[in-house]
Antibody
Framework: EVQLVESGGDLVQPGGTLKLACVASGFTFSGYWMGWVRQAPGEGLEWVANIRQDGSDKKYVDSVKGRFTISRDNPKNSLFLQMNSLRVEDTAVYYCARDSKTKGFDFWGQGTLVTVSS | DIQMTQSPSSLSASVGDRVIITCRASQDIGNFLAWYQQKPGKVPVLLVYAASTLQSGAPSRFSGSGSGTDFTLTISGLQPEDVATYYC????????FGPGTKLEIK
């Protein structure tokens, strides 16, 4: 059974930093692109970033470029999102998701809440 | 950047109705189009991929069609458990979602 479990969400002040983690199980983690999707309170889904199987290719939505960094540790079946210079508008539930290039995001974690507020 | 739009933004329909949701891409995306269902307070679930292929486990009353720039998600025989927000997403390059369509039961 595919499982994705996020952690690291917290309350942080504007300008602060936070690192999210996602541990995967039930599939060959190193065989898949992986991604992060966020959802602000009461809003729609927004793709944030995704990363190639070996970490050699990374893509970001324009609003987080230069502030967020996606990375992965394949031996530990883990995906990360380093978030710097956080803004109030980054407040959202952040989902880790498996990026099947032929299907879109076919498995999702339960999400972790990031709140940016003073 | 390719923009994704959906219509309507919300709709109300009766149990048993046929419901059609439309998604439009600002440029040709071939068939790299997925549909997701997000029930209130729940995690999104993949329903349809490659514009018209039903994801394993998705009810057969859901179907997708289209290619290029215009796509539809059809629910044939609306059920109470279909109350949700539906999102389309392109996945041929970046992974832009549409703004969503909120579906309610009359």
């Amino acid at each position: 059974e595919v499982q994705l479990v996020e952690s690291g969400g917290d309350l942080v002040q504007p300008g602060g930093t936070l690192k999210l983690a996602c541990v995967a199980s039930g599939f060959t983690f190193s065989g898949y692109w992986m991604g992060w999707v966020r959802q602000a309170p009461g809003e729609g889904l927004e793709w944030v970033a995704n990363i190639r199987q070996d970490g050699s290719d990374k893509k970001y939505v324009d609003s987080v470029k230069g502030r967020f960094t996606i990375s992965r540790d394949n031996p530990k079946n883990s995906l990360f999102l380093q978030m710097n210079s956080l803004r109030v508008e980054d407040t959202a539930v952040y989902y880790c998701a498996r990026d099947s290039k032929t299907k879109g995001f076919d498995f999702w974690g339960q999400g972790t809440l990031v709140t940016v507020s003073s | 950047d390719i923009q994704m739009t959906q219509s309507p933004s919300s709709l109300s329909a009766s149990v048993g109705d046929r419901v059609i949701i439309t998604c439009r891409a600002s440029q040709d995306i071939g068939n790299f189009l997925a549909w997701y269902q997000q029930k209130p307070g729940k995690v999104p679930v993949l329903l349809v991929y490659a514009a018209s292929t039903l994801q394993s486990g998705a009810p057969s009353r859901f179907s997708g069609s289209g290619s290029g720039t215009d796509f539809t998600l059809t629910i044939s025989g609306l059920q109470p458990e279909d109350v949700a927000t539906y999102y389309c997403q392109k996945y041929n390059s970046d992974l832009t979602f549409g703004p969503g369509t909120k579906l309610e039961i009359k």
